[in-house]
């Protein structure tokens, strides 16, 4: 599914992979369940870790064209979480718009 040449954008209820060399989209999936998604992570290649605009932290597993929610954290941050990344170590870092960062 991701590739060196992908990239995954996030948006509202939906996350998009494309293709970085064709501006191509792959693949879009729906996450509904959640608001604005700020920022996107892959974890492996069937899980999605999100980052929104309401404070939380989702876990995804990717299941053809949608995502089935696996872990939630509410006020994970207490403003909009901005970014998320997976660090080498396999913990998680986000960081909020308040430039409050948590791992």
């Not at 992979?17 to 879009?28: A, D, G, L, M, Q």
């Not at 729906?30 to 992570?41: E, T």
């Not at 899980?47 to 989702?58: E, L």
């Amino acid at each position: 599914m991701m590739s060196k040449d992908s990239l995954l954008i996030a948006g509202e209820n939906k996350l998009t992979i494309v293709n970085i060399n064709s501006h191509s989209i792959i693949r879009t999936i729906d996450s509904s369940g959640s608001s604005w998604i700020k920022d996107a992570c892959l974890i492996n290649n069937d899980m999605i870790i999100t980052g929104d605009d309401n404070h939380k932290i989702m876990q995804w597993k990717i299941e053809g064209n949608n995502l089935r929610l696996i872990s939630k954290k509410d006020n994970a941050h207490d403003s909009s979480i901005r970014i998320i990344k997976k660090l080498e170590n396999d913990l998680i870092i986000s960081g909020d718009s308040a430039g409050i960062v948590k791992v």
